[in-house]
């Protein structure tokens, strides 16, 4: 489903491309977590799959379709497909969960509405089942500034559903929570996964959490392919070239 073929990213003035021509097939239904140091790339990865980082060289498909060849509308519909979360979790803090959970549906409003805050009645709705369904149990009215780290997330998971995604993408997500409350984020990616036929792809420092819950993991080591495979072979030995222990 989506392609990536020789893909390389250069940032300007950097030495070295940040990402170092990726062939890279990801299918539906795969839950894929990446590895990999600091500053191997990963954020970079993730944030080409959708358009938000261009490309220097190669070219990402969405189906057959590549990204350089689509039109504004077609890379319009690439965004509202992909659901995005990431370490920050990137609310608003000052506004409410559910006013938050309801930009999730920016992508689909015409711009006066946006502007002037306009949902109907069963957006709204939409809005407060999406929270029950990611076990958020706090007031949909409360400011968002105020929620701990793990339900803070569990407003962007549900504000990145609202837009109905088919791709699932995480930028370190769990990066900020203890390792209790990443755990059970993981858990619930990964049953929003399987209940909505999505493909997610997700960044992790904890290799624990990517080999309990990834079908595949993808290893970048200096912005080149290190690995691609199930998480069984994922082993010691791999670790420990992968950060060079
Ligand atoms: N906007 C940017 N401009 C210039 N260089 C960048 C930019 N973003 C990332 N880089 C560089 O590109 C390389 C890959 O960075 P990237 O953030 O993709 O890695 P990462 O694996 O996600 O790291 P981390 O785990 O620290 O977030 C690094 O050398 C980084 O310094």
């Known amino acids: 489903m989506i392609q990536f073929e020789?893909?390389?990213?250069?940032?300007?003035?950097?030495?070295?491309?940040?990402?170092?021509?990726?062939?890279?097939?990801?299918?539906?239904?795969?839950?894929?977590?990446?590895?990999?140091?600091?500053?191997?790339?990963?954020?970079?990865?993730?944030?080409?799959?959708n358009g938000l980082q261009p490309i220097t060289d190669g070219e990402?498909?969405?189906?057959?379709?590549?990204?350089?060849?689509?039109?504004?509308?077609?890379k319009l519909e690439v965004r509202r497909k992909t659901g995005m979360i990431f370490q920050h979790y990137n609310l608003i803090p000052r506004m409410s969960v559910i006013q938050n959970v309801l930009t999730g549906l920016f992508g689909?409003?015409?711009?006066?509405?946006?502007?002037?805050?306009?949902f109907k009645p069963a957006?709204?709705?939409?809005?407060?089942?999406t929270i029950n369904q990611v076990e958020l149990f706090v007031e949909p009215t409360r400011r968002v500034e105020n929620l701990s780290g793990g339900q803070k997330q569990r407003v962007a998971i549900a504000r990145a559903l609202l837009q109905n995604p088919k791709v699932f993408l995480g930028d370190e997500p769990v990066a900020?929570?203890?390792?209790?409350?990443?755990?059970?984020?993981?858990?619930?990616?990964?049953?929003?996964?399987?209940?909505?036929?999505?493909?997610?792809?997700?960044?992790?420092h904890d290799v624990g959490l990517a080999k309990k819950f990834a079908t595949r993991i993808i290893?970048?080591?200096?912005?080149?392919?290190?690995?691609?495979?199930?998480?069984?072979?994922f082993n010691h030995e791999m670790y420990t070239q992968l950060y060079n222990h």
């Open 123 to 129: 957006e709204r709705q939409l809005a407060i089942d």
């Open 60 to 74: 990402i498909r969405w189906g057959y379709k590549p990204l350089s060849s689509m039109t504004s509308k077609e």
């Open 219 to 233: 290893a970048l080591k200096n912005g080149a392919l290190f690995f691609d495979g199930v998480p069984d072979d």
């Open 176 to 204: 900020s929570l203890d390792p209790g409350t990443a755990d059970r984020i993981f858990q619930l990616l990964k049953e929003t996964h399987d209940k909505r036929n999505l493909v997610t792809i997700i960044n992790v």
């Open 6 to 49: 020789n893909v390389s990213v250069r940032y300007p003035g950097a030495a070295e491309p940040a990402l170092k021509k990726l062939n890279i097939s990801i299918q539906n239904g795969e839950f894929v977590c990446v590895l990999g140091q600091s500053g191997a790339g990963k954020s970079t990865f993730i944030r080409c799959i």
């Open 108 to 118: 689909y409003k015409k711009s006066y509405e946006n502007l002037f805050g306009l």
